[in-house]
């Protein structure tokens, strides 16, 4: 994608300069022609004119292309930039279509496991049905650059680890998960859970409810267990813990008393 950008990039130097030079030209010699001439320089360069007007004009739309197009290497020429975690904010069409994929310019709330918080702003190829899944709150792990950083990049790099680290360090951060909710959902047994009742405590940690929460887990061999944990959700996410509703739990061996409720960063993503 860089080297498209990089043609598109010549492509509209070499209009502009052609362009300018033909426009310049048929004025110089328009108006440094004798006053008797005939035919004139006006009417016979004319045609050198307009094309010289239609390369400045058609010049532009390739620079703005060859500027949207920055984005789209985005990931590839960060991938060893910095994890963090952006949370969407809005978005909107810039109007380039690649392959019949818009591109769009995502906004977001960046906070970085540091707990460095600014605002950037993604460009992106995506399908309608990546489309259709933002919405303001989605959660997506991105790439940013230290020294730029309202530059960032949706991470695709795929590494799944890496991406829960960073959203993990965010959340400690924010006082929503502790490090030993961490180590057990790092090292328990992973089980299937029913939420049988759910209880707001009345305490708020940075404006997001802590809930209380009896769940009914089925072991992997067998048997069922009853047992209730305290589950800090940020607001966006109260609703995901509902009764009836079946969610990963993990707990440690012998210690069915402590367990850890596995929530999805974005509900409506399956």
Do not use: C
Not at 30 to 54: H, K, N, Q, R, S
Not at 89 to 108: C, E, M, S, Y
Request: net charge negative; charged share 15%; proline share 7%.
């Amino acid at each position: 994608m860089n080297a498209v950008r990089l043609i598109l990039r010549l492509v509209f130097f070499a209009q502009l300069l052609a362009g300018a030079g033909l426009l310049g030209w048929y004025l110089w010699a328009g108006l440094t022609a004798p006053d008797d001439a005939f035919p004139g320089p006006w009417e016979m360069y004319m045609g050198a004119g307009i094309a010289g007007a239609v390369l400045l004009l058609t010049a532009f739309p390739m620079g703005m292309t060859a500027s949207s197009l920055k984005g789209l290497g985005g990931a590839r020429a960060m991938a060893a930039a910095p994890l963090a975690v952006g949370t969407v904010t809005d978005w909107r069409r810039t109007g380039l279509t690649v392959n019949d994929a818009p591109q769009i310019a995502i906004t977001l709330d960046v906070e970085t496991p540091e707990g460095y918080r600014f605002r950037g702003v993604a460009k992106e190829l995506l399908d309608p049905a990546e489309v259709g899944l933002l919405e303001p709150g989605a959660v997506l792990p991105v790439r940013y650059r230290p020294d730029r950083p309202g530059v960032v990049a949706i991470d695709r790099s795929g590494d799944q680890a890496a991406a829960q680290a960073a959203f993990d360090a965010v959340m400690l951060r924010a006082g929503l998960t502790t490090p030993r909710a961490l180590e057990i959902a790092a090292h328990g047994i992973a089980a299937q859970g029913v939420i049988t009742e759910v209880r707001p405590t009345g305490n708020l940690v940075g404006g997001n409810p802590e809930m209380d929460v009896e769940v009914a887990v089925t072991r992997p061999e067998g048997g069922v267990f009853h047992t209730r944990t305290v589950k800090r959700l940020p607001a966006r996410l109260s609703t995901s813990l509902q009764v009836g509703r079946v969610v990963t739990v993990h707990y440690l061996p012998g210690q069915e008393d402590e367990i850890t409720l596995q929530t999805p960063a974005n509900p409506g993503v399956h």
